[in-house]
């Protein structure tokens, strides 16, 4: 259990709906990462928080967006969503920002399928 | 830019069997490398790592060395069992301290 909590687990929705999926970092860490792993792509960086505040995009489309909230748990907003937003979609936290030793907690993941 | 390069999978052996996973990377520097391990229907845990040229990380049996001559990072272990089955994902850190990752290696142990 690497502390880490990701809800729902899993999430059927049609296309064109919105979801939310909400993370809860391990006690203590501030940053806040998030991913999406298709079937076929690996592990695509989307979005960093630190502490409530963005630190760093990758390859996040428009329709998704993110926040980091005081309690430091954090929410990945998708919408207009399309077929190949099916993913499985992972958190990950580690206690740095700058100067991170590159050691991130991965929750088990929330799995999107797009019907 | 910073690239991490991995040997496609699946990767399929039998139990006992030696293991390599080759892993090159691409990056201005000496960053520090890893390997994070995935198990079926879990997140991503780390298995080793190697902050400088020479290093070796090692845990669970599995080993890795920091090779700056050929860029490398192989993972290695000596026996491995049915439940190493999982995806390997080789890591370098850059200099903006985020993460770049290699295309996951999917090993499978047959018993």
């Known amino acids: 259990d690497s502390g880490v909590t990701q809800t729902p687990k899993h999430l059927i929705t049609a296309t064109g709906q919105r979801v939310t999926l909400r993370c809860s970092p391990r006690?203590?860490?501030?940053?806040v990462y998030w991913y999406q792993q298709s079937l076929d792509q690996g592990l695509q960086f989307l979005i960093q928080?630190?502490?409530?505040?963005?630190?760093a995009k990758g390859n996040i489309l428009e329709r998704f967006s993110a926040q980091q909230f005081p309690d430091l748990h954090s929410e990945l907003n998708l919408s207009s969503l399309e077929l190949g937003d099916s993913a499985l979609y992972f958190c990950?936290?580690?206690?740095?920002?700058?100067?991170?030793?590159?050691?991130?907690?991965f929750g088990e993941g929330s799995r999107l399928t797009v019907l | 830019g910073n690239s991490v390069t991995q040997m496609e999978g699946p990767v399929t052996l039998s139990e006992e069997a030696f293991l390599t996973i080759n892993c090159t990377y691409t990056?201005?520097?000496?960053?520090?490398l890893f390997w994070y391990v995935q198990y079926p229907g879990e997140g991503l845990q780390l298995l080793l790592k190697?902050?400088?040229a020479d290093d070796k990380g090692s845990n669970k049996g599995f080993e890795a060395t920091y090779r700056k001559e050929t860029t490398s990072f192989h993972l290695e272990k000596g026996s491995v069992q049915v439940s190493d089955s999982a995806v390997y994902f080789c890591?370098?850190?850059?200099?903006?301290?985020?993460?770049?990752w290699g295309a996951g290696t999917k090993l499978i142990i047959k018993p």
């Open positions: 990950a936290s580690s206690p740095r920002d700058r100067g991170g030793t590159g050691e991130l907690f």
């Open positions: 006690s203590g860490d501030l940053s």
């Open positions: 928080y630190y502490n409530g505040e963005e630190r």
């Open positions: 990056a201005t520097g000496y960053p520090s």
């Open positions: 190697a902050t400088k």
């Open positions: 890591a370098l850190l850059d200099s903006n301290y985020q993460l770049i």
